[in-house]
């Protein structure tokens, strides 16, 4: 791979959606698209704001790129931190990243999907969980829909993690089983208070060390491994049944 200079962009949060500026215009980066394209306009309706463009895998496949959701900022070309934990990728169709993530129901590859502010797993993985709220989310070419969101503990390179997962209408899985045959998508909520290096063109990520704001529990190593994050939280929380790895 061609060596590329570091270079820095501010990033920007909006409803757990990662976004840089390009000369006043907006883009989402979105690994679940393969090429870069214009942003649909429901994107824009439902984000509040004028994005302009998604960022795609092919371009953000050119070169390492350091997501630091605490400090809001992108660096281009970034060497992982030394005690980052390495996870390897895999190829879905259309070169989508899928990545290994360990479930009540073992181990599945799920689409990761920097573009998707909340995760999703299949009906049987919450079978006989109570939901934690309900949320509306949108899929462009789909339109809105509202889901229940459920809490499950799921564990990516070792790491342990407390997610909100919806699950996805039926037909809307249906659409999306090229893409995602086992109904699970890893979304922003993995990248959620880490400094993370994603390196799509050796298909590897590096999850770095958790910021402790906003953690839940710390009992950790340098890695993050004992710290655990309720990724995609919604404020006002309720007592609820998680279901865990064991």
Known sequence: MTSHALRTETMQIIHDHMLVERDGRLAILDTGVPESMD????????????????????????????????????????AP?????????????????????????????AVLDTGAALSYAPPDAVQG??????????????????????????????????????????????ALSLLCPGGWIMGSGLFKDRVVTLDLGRSKIHLGRVEVRGAVAVAGSANGAGVRIVAGEAPDERVTTVRSLS
Do not use: K
């Open 39 to 78: 942003c649909p306009e429901l994107v824009s309706e439902v984000l509040g704001v004028t994005v302009d463009r998604l960022i795609g895998c092919g371009e953000l496949a050119e070169s390492p790129l350091e997501i630091d959701w605490p400090g809001r900022r992108i660096v281009y070309g970034a």
């Open 81 to 109: 931190a030394p005690d980052a934990t390495l996870v390897p990728l895999t190829r879905a169709a259309f070169g989508i990243p899928l990545i290994p993530v360990d479930t009540p129901l073992g181990r599945v590859d």
């Open 129 to 174: 969980l109570d939901p934690v709220r309900e949320t509306d989310d949108f899929l462009p070419g789909f339109g809105s829909f509202t889901v229940d969101v459920y809490r499950l503990e799921v564990s990516v390179g070792g790491i342990p993690l407390e997610v909100e997962f919806g699950v996805m209408p039926a037909l809307l899985r249906m």
